[in-house]
């Protein structure tokens, strides 16, 4: 009876852990087949900067859309973002902070650079100027990233400082609460030589690794069935 017991009670373990681990492989292709849809809805849209307001309220109502927004940068205030890759070569990425005409500033991410040939070498990045220009760009929304990117149970909230927090605290800034991915600007050394790419539309494995926990289940429960079995028959013979 004691074995039974414990055997019993093994297998729910394992498939209540098989469950569980099936839920959050659901959940995740839940939060990626959700981003896919906001791309592949938004990538052909534009907005204007006044629509930007709506980051508060609706944020995947603006994320991934385009904008033309006239203003200048801010040279003096660049990060170089750390661990990009632009066809498996290693490199950065370049944010450059942007004041539009109407005064509100903005990150903007113009792209990869490749590293330089060591780790004290700097990477060579394209100059801009103070001066005027019109760019081109894709809103991206921080808490739309935070969803995507998840956690290790893939919750829609990071208890960690977000990127447009620490890019304001590293340059000592207060921006709006949407950054820009660079697309072209009307001064033609302004544009990106390899600008930042649209994540990959795909839904990814979980779906899969999904089903795949589920059969997992079902398999621990067919076992505990044949070794529940095969004892009492070996009981009935002993009988």
């Not at 498939?15 to 959700?34: K, N, S, T, V």
């Not at 903005?106 to 005027?132: F, N, S």
């Not at 400082?161 to 950054?179: D, K």
Request: contains cysteine; aromatic residues 10%; charged residues 25%.
């Amino acid at each position: 009876m004691k074995r039974f017991l414990g055997l019993t009670a093994l297998a729910l373990v394992l498939i209540a852990l098989c469950l569980q681990a099936a839920r959050w492989q659901f959940h995740r292709y839940e939060i990626r087949h959700a981003r896919n849809e906001i791309i592949k809805e938004n990538i052909s849209k534009s907005i204007n900067e006044p629509d930007l307001s709506r980051v508060t309220t609706d944020p995947s109502s603006i994320a991934w859309k385009r904008i033309e927004i006239r203003g200048h940068f801010e040279p003096t205030k660049e990060i170089l973002v750390r661990n990009r890759y632009h066809y498996e070569n290693f490199g950065y990425g370049v944010v450059t902070l942007f004041v539009s005409d109407s005064g509100k500033r903005y990150w903007v991410d113009r792209g990869w650079v490749k590293a330089g040939k060591d780790a004290t070498t700097p990477p060579v990045t394209q100059t801009v100027t103070t001066e005027e220009n019109r760019i081109v760009a894709r809103v991206r929304v921080e808490n739309i990233e935070k969803q995507v990117g998840g956690t290790l149970f893939a919750t829609s909230q990071n208890s960690g400082s977000s990127v447009l927090e620490r890019w304001n605290g590293s340059a000592s800034v207060a921006t709006e609460p949407v950054y820009f991915d660079l697309i072209s600007s009307d001064r033609e050394g302004f544009t990106p030589t390899a600008p930042t790419e649209l994540p990959e539309i795909s839904d990814g494995p979980h779906l899969a690794y999904t089903f795949q926990w589920i059969l997992f289940a079902i398999l621990i429960a067919f076992g505990w069935f044949l070794v529940v079995r095969e004892d009492r028959q070996v009981q009935s013979a002993k009988a």
